[in-house]
């Protein structure tokens, strides 16, 4: 795999610029893992948090980041996007979300992350400076990386690769696809198109089935030619890429939201011994029980319409909360890439329904950090983990707050985007 | 019924959007629909249905004024560049779920569009949220007419093979043609008819009467929009095509009532507030395709800084629900102010929409359309808890939790 090698290469551009001390000072510092201190002091070095309090001095020769009546959060981490993989959605040139096909287990999102793509710093100025890069499409979509939103290569960008596996699952319904709103619908009974959709699920789980044990032996010969009992199995890129997904190394994020759905993916993972996140998740508030109990986590969007008429009309927007209540593990989610910068009034929207603030709060910071291995280094203000932060004029989640400054690997990083580039242009014309 | 229906809404700060400003523990008082009283010290007749709002935020109901709901599998007429004749309000589905859905969102009325598949697409039907109502009692009475036009990718069908021929225009020349040429055609039908109506004149009783010229529902609606009788709403995208519709619509003497989406607006700000027009745009949708990747959410404030009338849409049955947040963003992009914000969802779609005697803010004798919502609406916790038409209460958060069953089950339940 080359992902190890990934991780150790963008460690490098963080440790060049390690002379670089930044303080924030005398804002109220959110640190999300604890406390709210009400005035402190953020000190930043070598790309690291290395002091935060009340009483923190300001180092001689620190950059001073005067934040007195404003707000320091940990930067927020988008837990499902494809920031990096499309420019402009209808443009086929500029899209590198989803490969032919529909099993591309060995497609990586890194490799495709355009660093230079505008939407990168619109949804950095907000206060986004992570985001879950996923492929899209298929049955198996490929693997995601968790991207930095500061730098100039894919490598500098990558934080995490392979993040999970990305899977749809089978819903037996088509995908929707524009060009068919031209053709004649089918003409067939309710119970007809139940039976086409019952069939053409099974099929497509037993396809998936088939893979996954296909991947086991794959990774199990590829464990005994290493131990020299048998020569190496022939390259196989998708099933090099399944084999620790196989054996439950590599979380599979699966995107599905019916309740009868979530319920056949968590049964599949069972079956099969996958380290299950749920993406999507419209009905999860339906299964949350299960879903505590089985631990899975789940990715949720939370601006979107009740699946069914008889659903309250608030459903996805009350859906983190009756999560949170049940104690599942989840992250509150753009699953978009140009609207990523909306990700506060996403996480706001699940607080006007019931989800408390830090709740909400931590769901766009630490809890995606968790979900995705990071937890120890991102998602919070603590010593030690990655100075990822920003200064805002206030509540984040309230559509009326500004961001002044953002940190990304302790270098604070310009809030200048296409957007404000064509303000300044226009604003001036008479 | 004996005597009027009288409701009061007491306690709450009520954003009234117009010249009394913002009332602190105000009351709104509602006589048959209509708001009779607003203030501060109002005494509450005896008899009327007193809505407690304190703590809360009263504000004038939303008005979407980009809107398709109710009218799913009937947005739009493709089979040609020019449908003036459709109608939207033959296909109004008032069972649609999401009329609801969007009454939760503090929204009262909607500017329910033809789509965008023709330079010159359907009418338009403006309605109220009167959930529950049929068709015909959901139209908002005597609103000016309107009809929609489209500019760009999506009457040029740039993003999607259609079987069969093409269909023309497949570029911005073609779809400037097109409406120099039904404009030119509108002209020579309105000739044709005024000589007509002016030999019938003449003749009197005299003599036998003139052929009347072959009428046709597409040229009478075209006729009338050269007469100023129908509001025109264009959605457009490019800078370069908003100038091409000024040009072709002053050249025929004819009115933009609303630039739609229009997300360069702000580079020919000017030109649309010269015009006359005002601009339903997105807060901050951009990059879906490559006329959107100009867009910038400072649109609103820029366009508003020249004096445009802008306001904030939704065309989508789910945004529609949080367009108050969308106005919110115009106090962060470009730093308008609070009240010319939720102007942007209330007032401003009125007055685009003709209905602004009618609608758009908390004055006496308008319609009791109002939204209450639990904290300031721009606020991160803010929520719809009762949203009134004509007075009447048709969202209610509470009794709709409490009729939801408990525990969950297949059929209901609650997150």
Partial sequence: MRAPVVALVMLVPAMATAADVVAIRGGRIVTVSGPVIEKGTVVVSGGKITAVGAAVEVPAGATVIDASGQTVYPGLIDGLTTLGLTEIGSVAGSVDTTETGDVNPHAEAWIAVNPHSELLPVARANGITAALAAPAGGLISGQSALLRLAGSTPAALTVKTPVAMHMVYPTGRPAFDISRLFEEPELKTFEERQKDKKKSQEKDLKRLANLLEEAKAYGAAQAAAKAGRIPPPKPDLPMEALAPVARGEVPVVMRVDAEDDIRGAVKFAEEHGLKLIVAGGLDAWRVADLLKQKDVAVLASVERLPRRESDPYDAAYANPAALHRAGVRFAIVSDDASQSRNLPYEAAMARAYGLDAGAALRAITLSPAEIFGVGDRMGAITVGRDADLFVATGDIMDPRSGVTHVLVGGQEQSLETRHTRLYEEFKKRP | ?415
């Fill in chain 2, 1 to 415: 019924m004996t005597g009027p229906v009288l409701v009061a809404i007491v306690g709450g700060t009520i954003l009234t959007v117009g010249p009394q400003g913002t009332i602190e523990k105000g009351a709104v008082l509602i006589r048959d629909g209509k708001i009779a009283a607003v203030g501060r010290d109002l005494l509450v007749p005896a008899g009327a249905t007193v809505i407690d709002a304190t703590g809360r935020y009263v504000m004038p109901g939303i008005i979407d004024c980009h809107s398709h709901t109710a009218i799913e599998e009937s947005v739009n007429e493709c089979s040609d560049s020019v449908t003036a004749e459709v109608r939207i309000t033959d296909v109004i589905d008032h069972r649609d779920v999401n009329l609801y859905r969007e009454l939760a969102g503090g929204v009262t009325t909607l500017n329910v569009l033809h789509g965008s598949c023709n330079t010159i697409g359907g009418q338009n039907a403006v309605i109220k949220l009167r959930w529950g109502k049929p068709p015909e009692e959901l139209l908002f009475k005597d609103a000016p007419r309107g009809i929609k036009f489209a500019l760009g990718e999506n009457p040029k069908r740039s993003n999607f093979r259609a079987p069969g021929p093409p269909r023309y225009p497949a570029t911005r020349m073609g779809v400037e043609a097109v409406l120099r040429e039904s404009f030119q055609e509108a002209q020579a039908y309105k000739r044709e008819w005024e000589e007509y109506e002016k030999k019938v004149k003449s003749l009197g009783s005299r003599g036998d009467k003139p052929i009347a010229p072959r009428k046709s529902l597409r040229l009478e609606e075209l006729k009338d929009i050269l007469d100023g009788k129908v509001y025109v709403h264009a959605h457009c995208y490019r800078a370069d095509e908003i100038l091409m519709l000024i040009r072709i619509a002053e050249e025929f003497s004819f009115k933009i009532r609303t630039f739609q989406h229009v997300l360069e607006g702000y580079k020919v700000a000017s030109e649309i507030a010269r015009h006359g027009a005002g601009a339903s745009t997105f807060s901050d949708w951009w990059a879906y395709k490559m006329e959107a990747y100009d867009a910038i959410p400072y649109n609103a404030a820029i366009m508003a800084a020249h004096g445009v009338k802008v306001s904030m849409n939704s065309d989508s049955d789910e945004l529609a629900r949080r367009l108050y947040w969308e106005a919110a963003k115009a106090v962060k992009y470009g730093g308008v102010s609070e009240v010319e914000a939720l102007k942007m969802v209330t007032l401003n779609p009125a007055w685009q929409l003709g209905i602004e005697q009618r609608v758009g803010s908390i004055e006496v004798g308008k319609d009791a359309d109002i939204a209450i919502f639990s904290a300031h609406p721009f606020a991160p916790d803010a929520r719809v808890e009762q949203t009134l038409v004509d007075g009447v209460v048709y969202f209610d958060r509470a009794k709709d939790v409490a009729a939801r069953t408990a525990p969950a089950t297949k059929a209901g339940g609650s997150p």
